[in-house]
C-alpha cells in the first residue's frame, strides 16, 4: 500500500480502560498514528494471503453453476451481504443466508449446486456451526473464509480460506475494525477478478444500473430524452419574427426549428438570434421573416444515437449549444433534444 507522512510518534495509540468516562481531544497527530496502524495491519494481510487459496476460492465461485450464498454474524454478517450485492451488481447469482432464519426454513433455497460461503473471523462462529450441517444436508458446497488457525468451522467445510489477521486496530484488539476491512478487501476484490473472467463488458454492467450515471450514459438514446410532437417549437421559413415569439418562448427550448411543409429541417432560430438580430436591425425585425435569420447549418443527431453523444456534440468546439434537432435519414425533424433535458434525465 502506500506509505502515509511520515510521524515521530509511536504507531499504536494506547487507551487507558480507566478513563473511559473522561473526554480528551483528538488531534491530527493521533489520526495520523492510527491510519499508519490500521496500514501496517492490512499490508500483514497482503504479504501474508495465501494466494493458492484464494485462486481455488475464486475458480470455485467462476464455476459455480448455482447461486452464491453468503452468511455471517455480526459485522461479518454486513460485509458477507455487502460482498453478494457487489456480485449481484456484476450480473453474477448471489444472496446473502442469514444463518438464524436459514434454521427456520429459508434454507430451503439452498439446493445441490450452490455453493455457501461462511464469513467468521475466529471460525467458532455458534450460529454458522449449527448451520453446517444443515446445509451439507442439502448437498451445498461450504467455504469457510476465517482468520484464526484451527478454528471448527475450517474443520467441518469443504474449503477453507485463511485471512492472515496481525490483530485488530482496537486497543484492546476486539472491536473487529481490521478484521472486517480485510474481509472486504478480500471479497471486492475476487469479485473484481470474477468480472474479469466472465469479460463483462461496460454495456452489461450499466445494464445492472440503469438509474446511476455511467448506466444511463450507456443505456438512454436520444430517443428517450427528447422532446417530441406537440412539444416541438416548429414554424416555417416565411413565417414573421415578430408573430413566432409565443412559439420560441413557450416550448422551453430555446429555439424554433424552421422546416418546410412536408417537415424537413430548413434550419433553426434561437432566442439569440433574436436578440442579435433585433440590435442589429432595430425596428426592422417586424419586417424580416424566420428563413431569412436562421441558421441553416445546424447541428443535428439522429434518433437511436447515445443520449450521451447528444451532450458531447451540443458541448463540441466551436461554441456550445443548448439543443440538437433530431433528423431521419431523409432530413424530417422527428424531435428535439436539449441540455436540460439530458441534464434532468441524470446524464
Avoid: W
Amino acid at each position: 500500500m502506500g506509505s502515509l507522512p511520515p510521524s515521530s510518534s509511536d504507531i499504536h495509540l494506547h487507551l487507558h480502560p480507566h478513563s473511559s468516562s473522561s473526554k480528551s481531544a483528538i488531534d491530527e497527530t493521533t489520526l495520523l498514528n492510527l491510519f499508519k496502524s490500521q496500514q501496517s495491519h492490512l499490508n500483514f494481510f497482503f504479504q501474508h494471503l495465501d494466494l493458492s487459496q484464494t485462486l481455488a476460492f475464486t475458480t470455485t465461485l467462476l464455476h459455480s453453476s448455482g447461486t452464491i450464498f453468503f452468511s455471517g454474524v455480526g459485522k461479518s454478517g454486513f460485509v458477507a451481504n455487502k460482498i453478494s450485492q457487489t456480485l449481484v451488481s456484476l450480473g453474477i447469482r448471489s444472496s446473502f443466508l442469514s444463518p438464524l432464519d436459514a434454521l427456520h426454513g429459508d434454507i430451503g433455497i439452498l439446493a445441490a449446486d450452490d455453493v455457501l460461503v461462511l464469513f467468521s473471523k475466529s471460525g467458532n462462529t455458534e450460529e454458522l456451526l449449527r448451520l453446517v450441517p444443515c446445509a451439507k444436508a442439502k448437498g451445498a458446497f461450504l467455504i469457510s473464509v476465517t482468520s484464526v488457525a484451527g478454528n471448527a468451522l475450517a474443520s467441518v467445510c469443504d474449503m477453507n480460506v485463511h485471512l492472515p489477521l496481525e490483530r485488530e486496530l482496537c486497543p484492546f484488539d476486539l472491536a473487529p475494525v481490521t478484521s472486517t476491512a480485510i474481509q472486504m478487501v478480500f471479497g471486492d476484490t475476487v469479485a473484481i477478478a470474477l468480472m474479469g473472467a466472465r469479460n463483462l463488458t461496460k454495456e452489461q454492467y450499466a445494464a445492472n444500473h440503469p438509474a446511476g450515471r455511467i448506466g444511463k450514459s450507456l443505456i438512454f438514446k436520444v430517443r428517450d430524452v427528447m422532446k417530441k410532437e406537440e412539444e416541438l417549437p416548429v414554424c416555417k421559413e416565411g413565417d414573421m419574427i415578430m408573430e413566432q415569439l409565443v412559439e420560441l418562448t413557450s416550448k422551453g427550448c430555446g429555439c424554433l426549428l424552421v422546416i418546410d411543409d412536408d417537415r424537413h429541417l430548413i434550419g433553426t432560430f434561437t432566442d439569440g438570434d433574436l436578440r442579435r438580430t433585433l440590435k442589429a436591425s432595430g425596428e426592422a425585425i417586424f419586417k424580416l421573416t424566420v428563413g431569412e435569420m436562421c441558421n441553416r447549418n445546424p447541428r443535428t443527431i439522429g434518433l437511436d444515437a447515445m443520449a450521451v453523444e447528444a451532450m458531447q456534440k451540443m458541448e463540441a468546439p466551436p461554441s456550445p449549444v443548448q439543443f440538437l434537432p433530431v433528423i431521419d435519414e431523409q432530413n424530417v425533424v422527428i424531435g428535439i433534444v436539449t441540455l436540460h433535458g439530458l441534464v434532468s434525465a441524470g446524464l
